[in-house]
T-cell receptor
Framework: LAKTTQPISMDSYEGQEVNITCSHN???????ITWYQQFPSQGPRFIIQ???TKVTNEVASLFIPADRKSSTLSLPRVSLSDTAVYYC???????????FGAGTRLFVKA | SAVISQKPSRDICQRGTSLTIQCQVD?????MFWYRQQPGQSLTLIAT?????????ESGFVIDKFPISRPNLTFSTLTVSNMSPEDSSIYLC????????????FGQGTRLTVV
């Protein structure tokens, strides 16, 4: 499974757009990129998944360049409730054995 | 999607004893996994719970310490045996639905404190 690297922590203010970048230089052809969000005392929750280009849902956008060696999770207009740990994972299709990296702790301030 | 119920949600146990954690899913699922999350840390995969056969353990985890059962496609248990304070952690059950994507669903976790 490809290793991922992301910033340990980030700070933001309410209403701002937050972009968290993940590096995955060894991504394989059949790997998907998935992001999870974890609040304290809860299990991780799926946010978004993509293979290439851009994916958008009601929560976030995921930007993946052509070489797929990195990806950027974009959270529009964050609120205090977006304070959480965000994990970037890379795994092949059907590869549910999900290996977590260190994650990025996002702190949203008022 | 899948709804996962874990029991107990938390427990305080004496060292040397064992605790069995239950994971119940509201639908049949292909894959079930058990994770450990120590305070302030990321999740570490303990093992894959295989239906009808022995679990597959990750490096650093052994069956004698973390025996796992999976009698059917909706239920699994993880036992933490002969506990020590170092086993104090959150234990999480996770499932995959067997579709083409890799989305996983997680339970709320069991917070274990060993005293």
């Amino acid at each position: 499974l490809a290793k991922t690297t992301q910033p340990i922590s980030m700070d933001s203010y309410e209403g701002q757009e937050v972009n968290i970048t993940c590096s995955h230089n060894n991504i394989a052809t059949n790997d998907y990129i998935t992001w999870y969000q974890q609040f304290p005392s809860q299990g991780p929750r799926f946010i978004i998944q993509g293979y290439k280009t851009k994916v958008t849902n009601e929560v976030a956008s995921l930007f993946i360049p052509a070489d797929r060696k990195s990806s950027t999770l974009s959270l529009p207009r964050v609120s205090l409730s977006d304070t959480a740990v965000y994990y970037c994972l890379v795994a092949p299709t059907g590869g549910f054995k999900t290996i977590f990296g260190a994650g990025t702790r996002l702190f949203v301030k008022a | 999607s899948a709804v996962i119920s874990q029991k107990p949600s938390r427990d305080i146990c004496q060292r040397g004893t064992s605790l069995t954690i239950q994971c119940q899913v509201d639908s049949q699922v292909t894959m079930m996994f058990w994770y450990r999350q120590q305070p302030g840390q990321s999740l570490t995969l303990i093992a894959t719970a295989n239906q009808g056969s022995e679990a597959t353990y990750e490096s650093g985890f052994v069956i004698d310490k973390f025996p796992i059962s999976r009698p059917n496609l909706t239920f699994s248990t993880l036992t933490v045996s002969n506990m020590s304070p170092e086993d104090s952690s959150i234990y999480l059950c996770s499932v995959g639905l067997g579709h083409e994507n890799t989305e996983a669903f997680f339970g709320q976790g069991t917070r274990l404190t060993v005293v």
